[in-house]
């Protein structure tokens, strides 16, 4: 019987066609050509993401790399796929692609730019053209149609014996060269490069399933880490305390508050009085709630013998005292009612571990279960991979419509998979939760522990205004993962209804033989369609139902989130405000909400940065979103679901703004605290 019926047929016949002579050079227009008919074989296969903020964020990042391009002779063009594993890919004729799961990874502008300037570092590079024969670069395009559709591959696998889609190991090294150059000129910090690696590599450490079709087609995060620092713009030997400097500051302009914080650090251990590294490292410091540190490093600027920097440093220590005498006046905590909304709180955290538990495995053993039945019958499916499919046949239309539910069928899995697996499970052994249902806890952990102690920290006292909107959101945090993961597993019910009538489908396709063209007959095809109509409805129906849960799912993060940025303590001052406008304004040009407003409002940080987003994707204004919030008596991210907006961009973007607080690129890939930048320091 055949067995692969998606193998691209069009892609076959369109190489056939215009590559002759394997030891023919493939021109432009060619390449263009055949990236065309292939992003169209993507688009019709995947999911394609059409959030406009979370597509305005690539494009934006893209077009100032692209500016800076040698090759103005290929289109160039992103687009996302709505996938959760981390990866991005590139074929011929300026075509790129990112996968959603790396845009929830990457921890800033910078990092999206090192990895698009990587994939457009093969483009340039023409890698994909210059290899010489057609199997070689059918082999690389199927390749990659496998790697992002595990529902393709089940279905056809459709590389032949073993080739993968893995790029020469000296062409991955010479793309991070080029997109390491590209990111520089376009003015994103080159460094980005090696922190995406670094966090690369920690998960690559833990096994992380998400990143194994990252590793399948690219050298292992170590080895780019030890090329990448050979090169003049990372390595340390060739870069002097200015340059170094530059990128500190435009790291710190960018709101990038503790990566700066870092590097201020660094320079300043090499150059102790440098006044413009201290001005910046006091700023920075106020950023991150480390006030006192900030009054000690201003105080030392206080003593310069330029009047302008003593000036600038005498401002800032009197912002920091007046800081300080704002937040004693405006607190007035009733600890006992907080106590109080604390423990229901955490009654309702005990409450979901408990539901979810049960409800979290019976869901995983759905999936095996529908897993090994899409196995089966992918190994059913007829192979038309030997015959050329003639465009407008009947056969073709069986082709396409296979192609719909291949992507139906995958973003179902994808989705209930976020939804029941990434909410966590509950240790049998330990009784501890995992997962989101972990974030949560410790969240209130974090929340609960200052309410301990005798006497409380100001910078906790500070917070405590928060705490009731705090619990709000947590606790429908809670509920939020409990309706996922019923969602997830009534969807993985109605997939499994769907793969039925697949199965169905199949069968009579079995029985079907093609004529003397190589096509269906009328009369076959007539008895096909209400077979295929009836899959294709089903396999639509369950990604829908789906989709709707990992949006729970993702409400449920957002929610998270936003209460871990009130916790920051950037509300606690105008100063400490300020920052947040900052890195607000750096992405989506918003600082229209003063701080007394915000007081005024009754909002928190987080809801604040939340309503941002919002008003930024609906094409309104955070005040607009927050009144509609209070007028509905729901929450910002409520308002942001009931106005259409995908959840996952705004757990994105409400992650990146709290990375802008605490990431540590070096911290998470040496834990035992020694550093690249500790090590590979002058004079070390």
Not at 427 to 442: A, I, M, R, V
Not at 654 to 659: D, E, F, Q, R
Request: proline share 4%.
């Amino acid at each position: 019987m055949f067995r692969r019926i998606i193998p691209l047929a069009v892609i076959v016949s369109l190489i056939g066609a215009i590559c002759p002579s394997p030891a023919m050079a493939m021109n432009t227009q060619t390449e263009v050509a055949i990236g065309r008919q292939y992003d169209q074989q993507i688009v019709e296969s995947s999911v394609i993401e059409t959030d406009p903020l979370l597509n305005q964020w690539v494009q934006n990042v893209s077009n100032k790399l692209w500016a800076e391009t040698a090759r103005k002779d290929v289109p160039y063009n992103i687009k996302i796929i709505n996938d959760n594993n981390i990866n991005a890919f590139s074929t011929l004729g300026g075509y790129v692609y990112v996968q959603s799961g790396l845009l929830d990874f990457v921890q800033s502008d910078d990092e999206l730019a090192g990895v698009i300037g990587h994939e457009t570092g093969h483009i340039e590079r023409r890698h994909t053209v210059t290899m010489q024969t057609k199997s070689q670069i059918l082999g690389l395009i199927l390749g990659i149609a496998s790697m992002f559709s595990p529902f393709i591959y089940n279905f056809g696998n459709l590389l032949q014996a073993g080739a993968l889609a893995k790029m020469e190991r000296g062409n991955e090294l010479q793309a991070d060269r080029y997109g390491l150059l590209l990111m520089s000129r376009a003015g994103y910090d080159p460094e980005a490069m090696l922190s995406m690696q670094q966090h690369l590599g920690a998960l690559e450490g833990e096994h992380n399933d998400l990143v194994t079709k990252y590793f399948e087609d690219h050298p292992g995060s170590s080895n780019r880490v030890a090329h990448l620092l050979g090169y003049p713009e990372l390595d340390p030997t060739k870069t002097n305390a200015q340059e170094r400097l530059v990128w500190a500051l435009h790291d710190l302009d960018q709101a990038r508050y503790n990566v700066a914080s870092i590097e201020l650090n660094q320079i300043l251990k090499t150059d102790p009085n440098n006044p413009q590294a201290l001005l910046a490292l006091g700023q920075a410091q106020l950023a991150l709630g480390l006030t006192s540190k900030s009054r000690q490093t201003l105080g030392e600027l206080a003593q310069s013998s330029s009047p302008q920097v003593k000036a600038a440093a005498q401002a800032r220590i009197e912002a920091l005292r007046a800081m300080e005498v704002h937040r004693v006046d405006l607190t007035r905590p009733n600890l006992g009612s907080l106590d109080q909304k604390m423990q229901q709180a955490l009654e309702v955290q005990t409450q979901a571990v408990a539901q979810i538990g049960a409800r979290h495995d019976e869901g995983h053993s759905q999936l095996k279960s529908l897993q090994q039945r899409l196995d089966t019958i992918g190994y059913e499916l007829p192979d038309f991979s030997r015959i050329e499919v003639k465009h407008g046949s009947r056969l073709e239309a069986v082709e396409k419509n296979l192609t719909a539910m291949a992507r139906s069928v995958n973003s179902a899995i994808g989705d209930s998979s976020s939804a029941i697996d990434n909410v966590g499970s509950v240790d049998t052994k330990t009784n501890k939760p995992s997962g989101l249902l972990k974030e949560n806890g410790d969240i209130l952990s974090e929340m609960q522990a200052p309410l301990k102690l005798n006497p409380i920290p100001s910078d906790s006292i500070a917070v405590f205004p928060s705490y009731p909107q705090m619990f709000t959101e947590l606790s429908a945090a809670d509920g939020d993962m409990v309706r996922a993961v019923d969602a997830g597993r009534a969807s993985a019910m109605q997939l499994d209804q769907g793969l039925g009538d697949l199965d169905a489908f199949v069968k009579r396709l079995q029985q079907v033989q093609l004529n003397y063209f190589n096509d269906i007959s009328q009369m076959d095809y007539d008895s096909l369609v209400p077979y295929m109509q009836k899959s294709k409805a089903s396999l639509d129906q369950a990604a829908v139902s789906a989709s709707q849960a990992a949006q729970v799912y993702n409400m449920a993060r957002s929610r998270e989130l936003s209460a871990r940025i009130t916790l920051l303590g950037v509300g606690t001052s105008p100063q400490r405000y300020s920052t947040l406008q900052r890195a607000i304004n750096v992405r989506w040009n918003v600082d229209d909400l003063s701080y007394i407003d915000m007081l005024h409002d009754d909002v928190t940080p987080g809801e604040l940065t939340a309503a941002s987003i919002v008003a930024a994707d609906t094409r309104t204004t955070p005040q607009a979103i927050i009144r509609e919030a209070h007028e509905s008596h729901r929450s910002i991210v409520d308002v942001a679901n009931a106005k259409g907006m995908h959840a996952e961009a705004l757990e994105i973007f409400l992650g990146l703004v709290y990375l802008d607080y605490t990431d540590d690129p070096d911290k998470e890939a040496h834990p035992e605290g020694v550093t690249r930048r500790q090590s590979s320091a002058p004079g070390v």
